[in-house]
């Protein structure tokens, strides 16, 4: 009886610590970027291992960061500077897809910024963000 209570104790204290630690993620976003523009779209409080998937119509260069960083980033983007790779997740220049897993440390947000489109016309971009 004693070993049956304390088993059903540590199945309900290790569901609780399980469904605490691992909300599940699934978000979206699509957005057209315009020739030498830049956009981000951040998720806050995600911490933990993502999977981000982003595609465009046309190349593009894509930084994965922790999301406080995303607005430092976009603006040396701005300034016709790519950021340094120590201030990113994960990046990759002039591409239509990429596929990555980041670890985002604790449990800050994770933004994506999007940018480098050289035209001639606009990108359709689609970002996924899972854990």
Do not use: W
């Amino acid at each position: 009886m004693r070993y049956a209570r304390f088993f059903g104790s540590f199945v309900l204290i290790a569901t609780l610590a399980s469904m605490i630690g691992c909300a599940k993620i699934n978000a979206n976003k699509s957005f057209d970027l315009d020739v030498g523009e830049a956009k981000h779209f951040t998720l806050d409080n995600v911490g933990g291992k993502i999977r981000v998937e982003v595609s465009s119509t046309e190349p593009v260069n894509v930084d994965v960061v922790v999301a406080d960083k995303a607005d430092s980033v976009l603006n040396e983007i701005s300034s016709m500077k790519r950021p340094a790779k120590d201030k990113v997740l994960d990046q990759q220049s002039k591409t239509k897809a990429m596929t990555s897993e980041v670890t985002v440390p604790g449990s800050q947000g994770i933004g994506v910024v999007v940018s480098g489109n050289v035209g001639p016309k606009k990108a359709s971009v689609k970002i996924d963000l899972k854990n």
